[in-house]
T-cell receptor, first 109, second 112 residues
Framework: KNEVEQSPQNLTAQEGEFITINCSYSVGISALHWLQQHPGGGIVSLFMLSSGKKKHGRLIATINIQEKHSSLHITASHPRDSAVYICAVKKGYGNKLVFGAGTILRVKS | AAGVIQSPRHLIKEKRETATLKCYPIPRHDTVYWYQQGPGQDPQFLISFYEKMQSDKGSIPDRFSAQQFSDYHSELNMSSLELGDSALYFC???????????FGEGSRLTVL
């Protein structure tokens, strides 16, 4: 079993829809990152969480440490949100990031 | 604002050749990470440096080596290249205390 599991693997939404991507992990972590990767492109860090909730524009990320679960929400989705969204956890006190398999999001206009 | 700079952005090499990738972190960031992402795969952690010392090691082959220099830039050296080394190599930097990560655009290595 992977240490970081994301769901769904693929998601197609209509423009304007509310989107949720989930991430569950099975190890102790010091931080959880949500990353965005466009096709053939670089990786952008969206959020780093160790507790609670963060909001940036139309993006909201939450984490429940007890349940070892995090969610990324996109409100009023737009075609430019189409990308791969990756959950990555920083284990313990090391620097290593363990990546989830990513969620491929496609938002249709 | 300055971002993480990687060079070259694209590199084509033959099997058994060597390649060097460079990473220039955000100014005042003291930690550098290297990741390898094969076609259709998740990024895999290779190695990281804090204050010019190796701080963590992942699935980096023995044919690869890396170091961080006094100006905090880092280089990933890859020798005896194999077809399977074809991948996108990402560098990321962070400030040790905040931990927020900033990624470069990646260097795409193609081994023929």
């Amino acid at each position: 079993k992977n240490e970081v599991e994301q769901s769904p693997q693929n998601l197609t939404a209509q423009e304007g829809e509310f989107i949720t991507i989930n991430c569950s992990y099975s190890v102790g972590i010091s931080a959880l990152h949500w990353l965005q990767q466009h096709p053939g492109g670089g990786i952008v860090s969206l959020f780093m969480l160790s507790s609670g909730k963060k909001k940036h524009g139309r993006l909201i990320a939450t984490i429940n440490i007890q349940e070892k679960h995090s969610s990324l929400h996109i409100t009023a989705s737009h075609p430019r949100d189409s990308a791969v969204y990756i959950c990555a956890v920083k284990k313990g006190y090391g620097n290593k990031l363990v990546f989830g398999a990513g969620t491929i999001l496609r938002v249709k206009s | 604002a300055a971002g993480v700079i990687q060079s070259p952005r694209h590199l084509i090499k033959e099997k058994r050749e060597t390649a060097t990738l460079k990473c220039y972190p955000i100014p005042r960031h003291d930690t550098v990470y290297w990741y390898q992402q094969g076609p259709g795969q998740d990024p895999q952690f290779l190695i990281s440096f804090y204050e010019k010392m190796q701080s963590d090691k992942g699935s980096i082959p023995d044919r690869f080596s890396a170091q961080q220099f006094s100006d905090y830039h880092s280089e990933l050296n890859m020798s005896s290249l194999e077809l399977g080394d074809s991948a996108l190599y990402f560098c990321a930097s962070s400030d040790y205390y905040t931990g927020e990560l900033f990624f470069g655009e990646g260097s795409r290595l193609t081994v023929l």
